[in-house]
């Protein structure tokens, strides 16, 4: 596929940029649901998170709230 070593990594360098942009992409699209008044506000995903362990809920109310 790639002729050089150097065309190898610069094919691997366009992926590795275009994967950067789509996660760039869904993030700013998953920040809207998941904001204070989106459909996966925190405390409506923590009901479903309470079966974890104590310090991994303490931990994510810390991150997520």
């Not at 590795?16 to 996660?23: D, F, G, K, T």
């Not at 920040?31 to 309470?50: C, I, M, Q």
């Not at 974890?52 to 994510?60: G, I, K, M, N, S």
Request: hydrophobic share 60%; net charge positive; aromatic share 8%.
């Amino acid at each position: 596929m790639f002729a050089t070593p150097q065309a190898a990594l610069l094919g691997v360098e366009r992926m590795i940029a275009v994967a950067v942009l789509l996660q760039t992409l869904e993030l700013w699209q998953v920040r809207r649901v998941a904001a204070d008044d989106g459909v996966w506000r925190w405390p409506l995903v923590r009901r479903e998170l309470l079966g974890l362990p104590r310090a991994l809920v303490w931990l994510l109310d810390g991150l997520l709230a």
